[in-house]
Protein backbone atom coordinates (compact mmCIF):
# COMPACT_ATOMS: atom_id res chain seq x y z
CA UNK A 1 0.00 0.00 0.00
CA UNK A 2 1.27 3.61 -0.74
CA UNK A 3 1.58 5.90 2.44
CA UNK A 4 0.24 8.87 0.92
CA UNK A 5 0.76 12.03 2.92
CA UNK A 6 -3.25 13.05 2.61
CA UNK A 7 -5.01 9.99 2.81
CA UNK A 8 -8.95 9.93 1.83
CA UNK A 9 -9.87 9.12 4.91
CA UNK A 10 -7.86 8.14 8.22
CA UNK A 11 -9.39 6.15 11.04
CA UNK A 12 -9.16 7.63 14.61
CA UNK A 13 -8.41 5.05 16.92
CA UNK A 14 -6.95 4.05 19.72
CA UNK A 15 -5.54 2.81 22.74
CA UNK A 16 -9.30 2.04 24.24
CA UNK A 17 -10.20 -0.08 21.29
CA UNK A 18 -6.98 -2.06 21.57
CA UNK A 19 -7.90 -2.85 25.27
CA UNK A 20 -11.53 -3.56 24.15
CA UNK A 21 -10.46 -6.04 21.51
CA UNK A 22 -8.36 -7.43 24.17
CA UNK A 23 -10.96 -7.95 26.47
CA UNK A 24 -13.37 -9.44 23.86
CA UNK A 25 -10.68 -12.24 22.28
CA UNK A 26 -9.52 -13.08 26.38
CA UNK A 27 -13.96 -13.70 26.93
CA UNK A 28 -13.33 -16.31 24.51
CA UNK A 29 -16.47 -15.58 22.28
CA UNK A 30 -15.97 -13.92 19.32
CA UNK A 31 -19.36 -14.40 17.32
CA UNK A 32 -22.16 -12.57 17.67
CA UNK A 33 -23.22 -12.18 21.06
CA UNK A 34 -23.76 -10.34 24.39
CA UNK A 35 -21.36 -7.07 22.78
CA UNK A 36 -23.26 -7.56 19.71
CA UNK A 37 -26.54 -6.61 21.83
CA UNK A 38 -25.11 -3.91 23.53
CA UNK A 39 -23.96 -1.89 20.51
CA UNK A 40 -26.99 -2.30 18.89
CA UNK A 41 -28.54 -0.99 21.98
CA UNK A 42 -26.17 2.00 22.47
CA UNK A 43 -26.14 2.82 18.55
CA UNK A 44 -30.48 2.78 18.36
CA UNK A 45 -30.45 4.90 21.63
CA UNK A 46 -28.03 7.12 19.65
CA UNK A 47 -30.71 7.45 16.78
CA UNK A 48 -33.52 8.50 19.19
CA UNK A 49 -34.88 4.83 19.40
CA UNK A 50 -36.05 2.07 18.09
CA UNK A 51 -34.47 -1.46 16.80
CA UNK A 52 -31.05 -2.02 15.93
CA UNK A 53 -29.31 -5.12 14.25
CA UNK A 54 -25.58 -5.72 13.97
CA UNK A 55 -24.67 -7.46 10.56
CA UNK A 56 -21.71 -7.86 8.49
CA UNK A 57 -21.71 -5.12 5.76
CA UNK A 58 -23.43 -2.18 4.73
CA UNK A 59 -24.45 -4.00 1.81
CA UNK A 60 -25.75 -7.23 3.91
CA UNK A 61 -27.96 -4.21 5.73
CA UNK A 62 -28.98 -3.21 2.32
CA UNK A 63 -30.16 -6.87 1.28
CA UNK A 64 -31.32 -7.86 4.79
CA UNK A 65 -33.80 -4.74 4.93
CA UNK A 66 -35.28 -4.70 0.97
CA UNK A 67 -35.62 -8.93 1.40
CA UNK A 68 -37.39 -7.66 5.13
CA UNK A 69 -39.72 -5.68 2.88
CA UNK A 70 -40.99 -8.62 1.10
CA UNK A 71 -39.81 -7.19 -2.32
CA UNK A 72 -39.86 -9.74 -5.06
CA UNK A 73 -39.21 -10.57 -9.03
CA UNK A 74 -41.02 -7.91 -11.37
CA UNK A 75 -41.14 -5.15 -7.97
CA UNK A 76 -39.19 -1.60 -9.02
CA UNK A 77 -37.40 -0.07 -6.98
CA UNK A 78 -36.43 4.04 -7.20
CA UNK A 79 -33.21 4.81 -6.35
CA UNK A 80 -30.46 7.29 -7.12
CA UNK A 81 -27.57 6.19 -9.43
CA UNK A 82 -24.89 8.13 -8.05
CA UNK A 83 -24.31 6.24 -4.87
CA UNK A 84 -21.83 3.05 -4.64
CA UNK A 85 -22.44 0.18 -6.48
CA UNK A 86 -23.96 -1.38 -3.37
CA UNK A 87 -26.67 0.41 -2.67
CA UNK A 88 -28.25 -0.89 -6.49
CA UNK A 89 -26.72 -4.32 -6.10
CA UNK A 90 -29.06 -4.96 -3.13
CA UNK A 91 -31.77 -4.56 -5.42
CA UNK A 92 -30.78 -7.16 -7.79
CA UNK A 93 -30.14 -9.37 -4.57
CA UNK A 94 -34.04 -9.57 -3.79
CA UNK A 95 -34.63 -9.82 -7.68
CA UNK A 96 -36.17 -6.38 -8.35
CA UNK A 97 -35.78 -3.75 -11.30
CA UNK A 98 -33.40 -0.81 -10.36
CA UNK A 99 -35.03 2.49 -11.56
CA UNK A 100 -32.80 5.46 -11.30
CA UNK A 101 -33.65 8.90 -10.90
CA UNK A 102 -31.64 12.13 -11.36
CA UNK A 103 -30.10 14.18 -8.61
CA UNK A 104 -31.92 17.23 -7.44
CA UNK A 105 -28.75 20.26 -8.92
CA UNK A 106 -25.65 20.65 -9.04
CA UNK A 107 -25.50 21.86 -5.52
CA UNK A 108 -27.85 19.50 -4.22
CA UNK A 109 -26.60 15.96 -5.28
CA UNK A 110 -29.54 13.99 -3.31
CA UNK A 111 -32.08 12.09 -5.44
CA UNK A 112 -34.74 14.29 -6.87
CA UNK A 113 -38.12 13.95 -5.21
CA UNK A 114 -39.56 15.49 -8.27
CA UNK A 115 -37.22 12.47 -10.47
CA UNK A 116 -38.93 9.84 -8.02
CA UNK A 117 -42.20 11.06 -8.59
CA UNK A 118 -42.13 11.07 -12.33
CA UNK A 119 -40.52 7.38 -12.32
CA UNK A 120 -43.60 5.47 -10.09
CA UNK A 121 -45.44 2.89 -11.67
CA UNK A 122 -47.94 0.60 -10.97
CA UNK A 123 -45.13 -1.82 -9.99
CA UNK A 124 -43.16 0.81 -7.77
CA UNK A 125 -42.71 -1.02 -4.35
CA UNK A 126 -40.05 1.18 -2.22
CA UNK A 127 -38.08 4.04 -2.82
CA UNK A 128 -33.80 3.41 -1.68
CA UNK A 129 -32.43 6.76 -0.73
CA UNK A 130 -28.67 7.76 -0.10
CA UNK A 131 -27.57 10.71 1.66
CA UNK A 132 -24.95 11.34 -0.10
CA UNK A 133 -21.79 12.75 1.99
CA UNK A 134 -23.68 12.90 5.15
CA UNK A 135 -26.01 15.39 3.70
CA UNK A 136 -29.71 14.36 4.02
CA UNK A 137 -32.12 14.16 1.40
CA UNK A 138 -35.32 15.96 1.23
CA UNK A 139 -36.99 13.13 3.28
CA UNK A 140 -39.61 15.36 4.29
CA UNK A 141 -41.02 15.29 0.54
CA UNK A 142 -39.88 11.96 0.14
CA UNK A 143 -42.02 10.52 2.83
CA UNK A 144 -44.98 12.25 1.43
CA UNK A 145 -44.72 10.39 -1.64
CA UNK A 146 -43.83 7.21 -0.48
CA UNK A 147 -47.22 7.65 1.83
CA UNK A 148 -49.34 8.77 -0.72
CA UNK A 149 -48.74 5.68 -2.98
CA UNK A 150 -48.22 3.12 -0.55
CA UNK A 151 -44.16 2.41 -0.79
CA UNK A 152 -41.71 1.26 1.81
CA UNK A 153 -38.42 3.68 1.84
CA UNK A 154 -35.05 2.57 2.55
CA UNK A 155 -32.51 4.84 3.77
CA UNK A 156 -28.82 3.95 2.62
CA UNK A 157 -27.39 6.03 5.50
CA UNK A 158 -23.49 4.77 5.06
CA UNK A 159 -22.54 7.96 5.12
CA UNK A 160 -24.84 9.56 7.43
CA UNK A 161 -24.66 8.62 11.11
CA UNK A 162 -25.20 11.03 13.72
CA UNK A 163 -26.69 13.37 10.44
CA UNK A 164 -29.92 14.97 11.11
CA UNK A 165 -33.06 16.19 9.01
CA UNK A 166 -35.49 18.39 10.55
CA UNK A 167 -34.50 16.95 14.18
CA UNK A 168 -34.59 13.37 13.51
CA UNK A 169 -31.29 11.03 12.64
CA UNK A 170 -30.92 9.87 9.37
CA UNK A 171 -31.49 6.46 9.26
CA UNK A 172 -34.90 7.00 10.95
CA UNK A 173 -37.16 8.39 8.94
CA UNK A 174 -37.96 5.58 6.47
CA UNK A 175 -39.40 2.60 7.14
CA UNK A 176 -35.43 1.01 7.53
CA UNK A 177 -32.04 2.74 7.92
CA UNK A 178 -28.58 1.38 6.42
CA UNK A 179 -25.54 1.31 8.55
CA UNK A 180 -21.85 0.77 6.53
CA UNK A 181 -18.80 0.58 9.21
CA UNK A 182 -16.50 -0.15 6.76
CA UNK A 183 -12.67 1.19 7.59
CA UNK A 184 -13.69 4.63 5.30
CA UNK A 185 -16.08 5.74 7.05
CA UNK A 186 -17.78 8.20 10.07
CA UNK A 187 -17.96 4.86 12.55
CA UNK A 188 -15.36 2.28 11.90
CA UNK A 189 -15.48 -1.38 12.54
CA UNK A 190 -12.93 -2.43 9.91
CA UNK A 191 -16.21 -4.48 8.27
CA UNK A 192 -19.37 -4.42 9.69
CA UNK A 193 -22.97 -2.44 9.45
CA UNK A 194 -26.60 -2.21 10.91
CA UNK A 195 -30.29 -2.17 10.01
CA UNK A 196 -32.29 0.35 12.12
CA UNK A 197 -36.37 0.40 11.88
CA UNK A 198 -38.87 1.01 14.46
CA UNK A 199 -41.19 -1.93 13.43
CA UNK A 200 -40.69 -4.84 15.68
CA UNK A 201 -42.18 -7.10 13.02
CA UNK A 202 -39.42 -6.29 10.07
CA UNK A 203 -36.78 -6.23 13.45
CA UNK A 204 -37.80 -9.19 14.05
CA UNK A 205 -37.45 -10.79 10.35
CA UNK A 206 -34.29 -9.19 9.70
CA UNK A 207 -32.58 -10.73 13.26
CA UNK A 208 -34.21 -13.89 11.67
CA UNK A 209 -32.43 -13.62 8.05
CA UNK A 210 -29.22 -12.55 9.73
CA UNK A 211 -28.49 -16.02 11.13
CA UNK A 212 -29.89 -18.13 8.41
CA UNK A 213 -33.68 -17.90 8.91
CA UNK A 214 -33.31 -20.09 11.94
CA UNK A 215 -36.21 -19.59 14.92
CA UNK A 216 -34.83 -20.92 17.72
CA UNK A 217 -36.92 -23.46 19.81
CA UNK A 218 -34.56 -24.34 22.40
CA UNK A 219 -31.28 -22.16 22.12
CA UNK A 220 -28.31 -21.96 24.74
CA UNK A 221 -27.76 -18.26 23.59
CA UNK A 222 -24.33 -17.28 22.43
CA UNK A 223 -23.30 -20.50 22.97
CA UNK A 224 -24.17 -21.53 19.44
CA UNK A 225 -25.71 -24.55 20.52
CA UNK A 226 -29.19 -24.82 19.10
CA UNK A 227 -30.40 -28.05 19.78
CA UNK A 228 -33.90 -27.23 17.96
CA UNK A 229 -34.72 -24.84 15.45
CA UNK A 230 -37.20 -24.25 12.46
CA UNK A 231 -36.43 -22.52 9.23
CA UNK A 232 -39.69 -21.20 7.91
CA UNK A 233 -38.22 -18.64 5.82
CA UNK A 234 -35.00 -18.09 3.99
CA UNK A 235 -31.93 -16.76 5.91
CA UNK A 236 -28.03 -15.95 5.19
CA UNK A 237 -25.03 -15.65 7.30
CA UNK A 238 -24.56 -11.92 7.93
CA UNK A 239 -23.49 -11.91 11.35
CA UNK A 240 -21.21 -8.70 12.73
CA UNK A 241 -18.30 -10.89 15.03
CA UNK A 242 -17.87 -9.67 19.10
CA UNK A 243 -14.27 -7.89 17.95
CA UNK A 244 -16.42 -5.42 15.20
CA UNK A 245 -19.12 -4.66 17.86
CA UNK A 246 -16.85 -3.96 20.62
CA UNK A 247 -14.83 -1.41 18.29
CA UNK A 248 -18.12 0.42 17.21
CA UNK A 249 -19.14 0.78 20.99
CA UNK A 250 -16.35 2.82 21.16
CA UNK A 251 -16.45 4.37 18.02
CA UNK A 252 -19.89 5.47 18.99
CA UNK A 253 -18.28 7.47 21.58
CA UNK A 254 -16.30 9.64 19.23
CA UNK A 255 -18.83 9.70 16.83
CA UNK A 256 -19.67 13.35 17.52
CA UNK A 257 -16.85 15.17 18.47
CA UNK A 258 -15.56 13.69 15.36
CA UNK A 259 -18.35 14.82 13.50
CA UNK A 260 -17.68 18.14 14.63
CA UNK A 261 -14.18 17.73 14.03
CA UNK A 262 -15.15 17.16 10.34
CA UNK A 263 -17.49 20.23 10.45
CA UNK A 264 -14.86 22.71 11.25
CA UNK A 265 -12.33 21.04 8.51
CA UNK A 266 -15.52 21.72 5.90
CA UNK A 267 -15.92 24.72 6.55
CA UNK A 268 -12.34 25.55 6.45
CA UNK A 269 -11.88 24.09 3.11
CA UNK A 270 -15.03 26.36 1.57
CA UNK A 271 -13.35 29.50 2.77
CA UNK A 272 -10.54 28.70 1.50
CA UNK A 273 -12.16 27.69 -1.76
CA UNK A 274 -14.49 31.00 -2.13
CA UNK A 275 -11.78 32.06 -4.12
CA UNK A 276 -11.05 29.90 -6.30
CA UNK A 277 -13.39 29.94 -9.42
CA UNK A 278 -12.59 27.14 -11.08
CA UNK A 279 -14.47 24.77 -8.79
CA UNK A 280 -17.74 24.82 -6.70
CA UNK A 281 -18.71 23.43 -4.02
CA UNK A 282 -22.08 21.52 -3.54
CA UNK A 283 -24.37 21.69 -0.96
CA UNK A 284 -23.95 25.13 0.48
CA UNK A 285 -27.14 25.25 1.00
CA UNK A 286 -28.68 22.35 2.79
CA UNK A 287 -31.34 21.29 5.68
CA UNK A 288 -30.31 19.65 8.96
CA UNK A 289 -27.63 18.90 10.05
CA UNK A 290 -24.52 16.74 8.22
CA UNK A 291 -22.18 14.19 9.18
CA UNK A 292 -19.62 15.42 6.67
CA UNK A 293 -18.57 12.26 5.39
CA UNK A 294 -17.00 13.60 2.19
CA UNK A 295 -15.82 16.71 0.87
CA UNK A 296 -16.87 16.86 -2.83
CA UNK A 297 -16.23 19.89 -5.01
CA UNK A 298 -17.27 20.52 -8.97
CA UNK A 299 -14.33 21.24 -11.45
CA UNK A 300 -15.35 23.47 -14.18
CA UNK A 301 -16.05 21.78 -17.45
CA UNK A 302 -13.51 22.40 -18.99
CA UNK A 303 -10.80 21.07 -16.58
CA UNK A 304 -9.33 17.55 -17.10
CA UNK A 305 -9.92 15.81 -13.81
CA UNK A 306 -7.70 12.88 -14.77
CA UNK A 307 -4.60 15.32 -14.75
CA UNK A 308 -5.60 16.89 -11.54
CA UNK A 309 -5.93 13.81 -9.81
CA UNK A 310 -2.54 12.69 -11.41
CA UNK A 311 -0.86 15.53 -10.25
CA UNK A 312 -2.14 15.97 -6.63
CA UNK A 313 -1.05 12.25 -6.38
CA UNK A 314 2.56 13.78 -6.88
CA UNK A 315 1.72 16.00 -3.67
CA UNK A 316 0.58 13.10 -1.87
CA UNK A 317 -3.04 14.18 -2.33
CA UNK A 318 -5.31 11.21 -2.65
CA UNK A 319 -8.49 11.92 -4.28
CA UNK A 320 -11.44 10.20 -5.72
CA UNK A 321 -14.72 10.32 -7.52
CA UNK A 322 -17.98 10.00 -5.83
CA UNK A 323 -19.35 8.40 -7.81
CA UNK A 324 -19.07 6.72 -11.63
CA UNK A 325 -23.18 6.21 -12.05
CA UNK A 326 -24.56 3.03 -11.74
CA UNK A 327 -26.85 2.93 -14.38
CA UNK A 328 -23.62 3.29 -16.71
CA UNK A 329 -21.90 0.42 -15.41
CA UNK A 330 -22.02 -2.61 -17.82
CA UNK A 331 -23.77 -5.10 -15.69
CA UNK A 332 -26.48 -2.66 -15.71
CA UNK A 333 -26.70 -1.50 -19.20
CA UNK A 334 -26.72 -4.79 -20.41
CA UNK A 335 -29.99 -6.29 -18.03
CA UNK A 336 -31.51 -3.13 -17.99
CA UNK A 337 -31.12 -1.29 -20.95
CA UNK A 338 -29.62 1.97 -19.14
CA UNK A 339 -27.93 4.55 -21.15
CA UNK A 340 -25.26 7.73 -21.60
CA UNK A 341 -27.81 10.42 -21.45
CA UNK A 342 -30.64 9.32 -19.02
CA UNK A 343 -29.41 11.15 -16.25
CA UNK A 344 -28.29 14.07 -17.38
CA UNK A 345 -27.43 16.05 -14.16
CA UNK A 346 -25.61 12.56 -12.37
CA UNK A 347 -24.13 12.14 -15.26
CA UNK A 348 -22.40 15.61 -15.05
CA UNK A 349 -21.34 15.64 -11.67
CA UNK A 350 -20.15 12.04 -12.43
CA UNK A 351 -17.69 13.62 -15.20
CA UNK A 352 -16.73 16.78 -12.77
CA UNK A 353 -16.86 15.87 -9.30
CA UNK A 354 -13.72 15.44 -7.39
CA UNK A 355 -13.51 14.18 -3.60
CA UNK A 356 -11.05 15.68 -1.51
CA UNK A 357 -9.61 14.38 1.84
CA UNK A 358 -11.48 14.59 4.72
CA UNK A 359 -10.82 12.74 7.98
CA UNK A 360 -10.62 13.75 11.51
CA UNK A 361 -7.16 13.25 12.49
CA UNK A 362 -6.58 16.34 10.11
CA UNK A 363 -5.94 19.89 11.05
CA UNK A 364 -6.33 23.97 9.40
CA UNK A 365 -2.93 23.74 8.28
CA UNK A 366 -3.87 20.30 5.81
CA UNK A 367 -7.05 21.69 4.37
CA UNK A 368 -4.68 25.05 3.36
CA UNK A 369 -1.91 23.00 2.22
CA UNK A 370 -4.27 20.70 0.02
CA UNK A 371 -6.32 24.01 -1.20
CA UNK A 372 -2.75 25.83 -1.97
CA UNK A 373 -1.61 22.65 -3.99
CA UNK A 374 -5.14 22.42 -5.52
CA UNK A 375 -5.00 25.87 -6.85
CA UNK A 376 -1.68 25.66 -8.71
CA UNK A 377 -3.00 22.43 -9.83
CA UNK A 378 -5.96 23.13 -11.69
CA UNK A 379 -4.43 26.66 -12.93
CA UNK A 380 -1.26 24.39 -14.97
CA UNK A 381 -1.68 24.20 -18.34
C1 LIG B 1 -19.89 1.97 1.98
C2 LIG B 1 -21.21 2.06 1.33
C3 LIG B 1 -22.04 0.94 1.20
C4 LIG B 1 -21.59 -0.46 1.49
O1 LIG B 1 -21.11 -0.69 2.73
P1 LIG B 1 -20.13 -1.93 2.99
O2 LIG B 1 -20.05 -1.95 4.49
O3 LIG B 1 -18.82 -1.61 2.35
O4 LIG B 1 -20.76 -3.14 2.44
C5 LIG B 1 -23.31 1.12 0.68
N1 LIG B 1 -23.74 2.33 0.29
C6 LIG B 1 -22.96 3.40 0.36
C7 LIG B 1 -23.49 4.72 -0.09
C8 LIG B 1 -21.66 3.31 0.86
O5 LIG B 1 -20.89 4.41 0.92
Not at 82 to 110: C, K, M
Not at 139 to 153: D, N, T
Not at 187 to 203: D, I, P, Q
Request: charged fraction near 25%.
Amino acid sequence: MKAWKYPLSDIDLGKEEELEVLKVLRSRWLSTGPVTERFEKAFSERLGGGYGVGVSSGTAALHLALASLGLKNGDEVILPSLTFVATANAVLYVGARPVFADIVSLEDLNISPLEIERKVTKRTKAIVVMHYGGYPCDMGSVMEIARSRGLSVVEDAAHAPGAEYEGRRCGTIGDVGCFSFFSNKNLVTGEGGMVVTRSKVLADRIRRMRSHGMVALSWDKFRGHLSSYDIETLGYNYRITEIQSVLGLVQLRKLDRNNRKRKRLVEIYRRELQEVEEISVPFSKFKGIPSYHLFPVLLGASINRNLVMERLKKFGIQTSVHYPPVHLFSLYRKHFGYRRGMLPKTEEVSRRELTLPLHPRMDEKDMRWIVKKVRIVIREP
